[in-house]
């Protein structure tokens, strides 16, 4: 009898062990002792236009690892204090085919979001991003203008600040693949493609490739205000002339 309450000790400290293990951390614990770079992840949050789910998208720098989504239990907190950041396991879906990553969740409570992943030996974090799917929605739009004047160079133009609370502009474009030709951030409503002359933040790693006449792209638009949340987007599929 002794022998099998002891055998029974043994299992249920082996389980407590195993579940201390397991515990996911603070994002402040995480970052304990590390060498930290706050901003260095380039992140926003939108509403889906179909069902309301947050959609959180990232850039991965080329060598990332170990990407992780935070968020707290909900927006009425200290956004600065990383203790109030627990870690969520969601699946991690490639967007663009990979050219950037989302994430995506149930539209429950807003919150506040931090992703961070593994670079260089450090680890590098997103600015906090406010959800707002129940207080401000995304709006999802097909309207901007199209000038392809200059053949092989569209240009860009949709109304400025639409829904208010804009801070800056992410265009994309894509080719009939979804693969992402351009990435680019300007603080003015327009864009020509590829003229960055404008551009005040661009993740495009190579001299995007030239657009071919009569071929089918897709420009993508997200207008983000200051905490990341992605009040307006754009998709418009266009044919190169």
Same mark, same amino acid.
């Given at each position: 009898?002794?022998?099998?309450?002891?055998?029974? *000790?043994?299992?249920?400290?082996?389980?407590?062990?195993?579940? !201390?293990?397991? +515990?996911?951390?603070?994002?402040?614990?995480?970052?304990?002792?590390?060498?930290?770079?706050?901003?260095? +992840?380039? &992140?926003? &949050? &939108?509403? !889906?236009?179909?069902?309301?789910?947050?959609?959180?998208?990232?850039?991965?720098?080329?060598?990332?690892?170990?990407?992780?989504?935070?968020?707290?239990?909900?927006?009425?907190?200290?956004?600065? @204090?990383?203790?109030?950041?627990?870690?969520? #396991? #969601?699946?991690?879906?490639?967007?663009?085919?990979?050219? #950037?990553?989302?994430?995506?969740?149930?539209?429950?409570?807003?919150?506040?979001?931090?992703?961070?992943?593994? =670079?260089?030996?450090?680890?590098?974090?997103?600015?906090?991003?406010? %959800?707002?799917?129940?207080?401000?929605?995304?709006?999802?739009?097909?309207?901007?203008? *199209?000038?392809?004047?200059?053949?092989?160079?569209?240009?860009?133009?949709?109304?400025?600040?639409?829904?208010?609370?804009?801070?800056?502009?992410?265009?994309?474009?894509?080719?009939?693949?979804?693969? #992402?030709?351009?990435?680019?951030? %300007?603080?003015?409503? /327009?864009?020509? /493609?590829?003229?960055?002359?404008?551009? +005040?933040?661009?993740?495009?790693?190579?001299?995007?490739?030239?657009?071919? =006449?009569?071929?089918?792209? @897709?420009?993508?638009?997200?207008?983000?205000?200051?905490?990341?949340? +992605?009040?307006?987007?754009?998709?418009?599929?266009?044919?190169?002339?």
């Amino acid at each position: 009898m002794k022998n099998i309450k002891h055998i029974i *000790i043994c299992f249920l400290v082996s389980v407590s062990c195993s579940n !201390d293990d397991e +515990v996911i951390l603070t994002l402040s614990e995480y970052i304990q002792g590390r060498t930290t770079e706050m901003g260095a +992840v380039i &992140a926003c &949050a &939108a509403s !889906d236009e179909a069902n309301g789910d947050v959609l959180t998208f990232y850039y991965p720098e080329s060598g990332a690892t170990d990407i992780r989504f935070y968020q707290t239990d909900d927006a009425n907190v200290d956004n600065s @204090n990383f203790s109030n950041y627990f870690r969520v #396991l #969601l699946n991690n879906d490639p967007f663009f085919n990979g050219y #950037l990553g989302k994430f995506t969740q149930a539209a429950i409570t807003e919150k506040w979001i931090v992703i961070t992943f593994e =670079l260089d030996g450090e680890i590098k974090m997103s600015n906090p991003i406010r %959800t707002k799917q129940i207080s401000k929605p995304t709006v999802w739009s097909n309207d901007v203008d *199209i000038n392809q004047d200059v053949s092989g160079m569209p240009s860009f133009t949709w109304v400025d600040n639409p829904v208010g609370d804009n801070t800056i502009y992410f265009q994309v474009i894509s080719d009939d693949q979804n693969n #992402l030709l351009s990435g680019t951030y %300007t603080y003015q409503n /327009y864009f020509q /493609y590829y003229d960055t002359s404008n551009v +005040v933040l661009n993740i495009t790693t190579e001299t995007p490739q030239s657009l071919v =006449l009569n071929n089918t792209y @897709n420009f993508t638009l997200m207008d983000v205000s200051e905490d990341n949340w +992605v009040n307006f987007v754009i998709n418009k599929t266009f044919t190169s002339q």
